[in-house]
């Protein structure tokens, strides 16, 4: 779907009056395809999700507490359509998250140290080595190789998010629009199946996350966010949270399932992503 048929979209649904906002924050993404592979078929450097991740010399295995952490997925930036003129033309994204802690700390959920994201530029592609998975990490905690392939396309705000509440849009905001947001315009929207993404709007399970965003990283508490005083500054701030990349649970594939058929979802700031500052990325995990 075009922006133009995005933007009919939101007048047949009822929604024209909203056209101007959320025409600014319809985003460009890609879907993720992913193809088991072993590590061998898939050349260092290339995009890949699961297997073991290719990583300059200099550069530690990432740890959560005692524990390694899991290799999720790395993007090369060559191989993935324009996505966003804040990201570099070329180099690699290298995700990881603490699964074994997951599974094994009860201090795990809310903690926005638990992803790691390594940015490796263009000119240090060639210093890039295929690591070893270190042994601590057990079949569960690890996700076999797979290629991935990109599917370009426009995404829109979740029903649930800053962008909607900035509008009034929500379950204690106008209703109607909101539910013919929901039940109209979403509709050409929803993917079935299993959901990987790069960039754009998350594909959610249980609710906003660009709030969770700010409580993770310490910027507002969960008082704050019942202060009818503060309410805007927290919306204009939780807006500057923007999807990085969606992990689904392709079990099948990946051999890794998120809670119950969940998914992953590695956020980062709107200046962070502009300064490069991959290492401020948060990870947010909902399952059903």
């Not at 952490?69 to 191989?79: H, P, S, Y």
């Not at 797979?146 to 209703?175: H, K, T």
Request: with cysteine; proline share 5%; hydrophobic share 35%.
């Amino acid at each position: 779907m075009t922006r133009d048929e995005i933007l009919q979209q939101l007048e047949r649904s009822g929604l024209g009056q909203y056209t101007q906002a959320i025409g600014g924050w319809i985003f460009p993404t890609a879907q993720l395809h992913l193809e088991p592979a072993s590590d061998e078929e898939i050349s260092v450097g290339s995009s890949k999700a699961g297997g073991n991740p290719d990583l300059p010399e200099a550069i530690a295995w990432p740890r959560w507490k005692d524990f390694d952490m899991t290799f999720i997925a790395q993007i090369n930036l060559r191989d993935c359509p324009a996505l966003d003129e804040s990201l570099p033309a070329s180099g690699l994204l290298t995700f990881f998250y603490a699964v074994a802690g997951m599974y094994e700390d009860d201090e795990f959920y809310g903690d926005p140290l638990t992803c790691r994201v390594i940015y490796t530029n263009g000119e240090q592609l060639s210093q890039l080595t295929r690591r070893e998975t270190p042994a601590s990490l057990t079949d569960e905690a690890r996700m076999k190789p797979n290629r991935i392939s990109f599917i370009p396309g426009l995404s829109v705000p979740a029903s649930e998010s800053a962008y909607l509440e900035s509008l009034g849009l929500g379950w204690n905001g106008n209703r109607e629009d909101f539910d013919k947001y929901w039940e109209v315009f979403l509709k050409p929207f929803r993917a079935e199946g299993y959901i990987n993404r790069f960039m754009g709007h998350p594909d959610q399970i249980q609710g906003d996350m660009q709030t969770g965003c700010l409580i993770a990283t310490g910027e507002y508490n969960w008082d704050d966010m019942r202060n009818p005083e503060l309410r805007d500054a927290i919306l204009l701030s939780a807006s500057k949270w923007r999807l990085l990349l969606q992990i689904d649970s392709e079990e099948e594939k990946t051999g890794i399932m998120w809670g119950d058929v969940g998914r992953i979802y590695y956020w980062i700031h709107e200046e962070d992503l502009r300064a490069l500052r991959f290492d401020r990325v948060v990870c947010e995990l909902q399952c059903c």
